[in-house]
């Protein structure tokens, strides 16, 4: 069974800049999360979908923040334009419905 | 409220010996905890988790120990191998929902 896949793994830009990442979760799984992870510090959650509806984006900065998830399948995280605080490691996961989450390997975000 | 507090931070364990990871936190709602292993590079994968009707999960040489009095549930690695050295994150959540993840332990077993 293939994971959750996650591009690009890794993406450096400078500051200002737009910035997106893409995540494919594993087939069937109805839920996705957006996690950022800070180094040294655990993952945070910043968005969770069930199908295409986001029902917990609580901790999604709008300002500079945004995803969707068309079709309740792939999803986008975009943020523009990216700060210097935005440097981080950008997990997905899913589940199915709401049980065990499984995490893409992340994408590695530098802001210069 | 909804922070889940995690020590130690690092820890060196020789092979063969008990690696222990603790965890507290303070929303009695938390009804599900799980514990996350994580290899640098790799996201992290789901290694044991228990709910509270329980005061200790055992699977292969992971255990979880749950108190509820005290809000505290720790992870035990018995027989420590060097393949096990990696990052250890505790979480809890309310119905499998919104994991909230400690700050993580860097486990390191020597040969």
């Known amino acids: 069974e293939a994971g959750v896949v996650q591009s690009p793994r890794y993406k450096i830009i400078e500051k200002k800049q737009p910035v997106a990442f893409w995540c494919n979760p594993i087939s069937g799984h109805n839920t996705l999360y957006w996690y950022r992870q800070n180094l040294g510090q655990g993952p945070e959650l910043l968005i969770r979908?069930?199908?295409?509806?986001?029902?917990?984006d609580s901790q999604l900065p709008k300002d500079r923040f945004s995803a969707e998830r068309l079709k309740g399948v792939d999803s986008t995280l975009k943020i523009q334009p990216a700060e210097l605080g935005d440097s981080a490691v950008y997990l997905c996961?899913?589940?199915?419905?709401?049980?065990?989450?499984?995490f893409g390997p992340g994408t590695r975000l530098t802001v210069l | 409220q909804q922070q889940v507090k995690q020590s130690p931070q690092s820890l060196i364990v020789q092979k063969g010996g008990i690696s222990i990871i603790n965890c507290a936190y303070e929303n009695t709602a938390f009804d599900y905890f799980p514990w996350y292993q994580q290899f640098p590079g790799k996201g992290p994968a789901l290694l044991i988790a228990i709910r509270p009707d329980v005061s200790e999960k055992k699977e292969g040489r992971f255990t979880i120990s749950f108190n509820k009095s005290a809000k505290q549930f720790s992870l035990h690695i018995m027989d420590s191998q060097p393949g096990d050295s990696a990052t250890y994150f505790c979480?809890?959540?309310?119905?499998?929902?919104?994991?909230?993840f400690g700050t993580g332990t860097r486990l390191q077993v020597f040969p």
């Open positions: 979480a809890a959540s309310y119905i499998t929902d919104k994991l909230i």
């Open positions: 996961a899913s589940s199915f419905l709401l049980n065990e989450q499984f």
């Open positions: 979908y069930e199908n295409e509806e986001a029902v917990d």
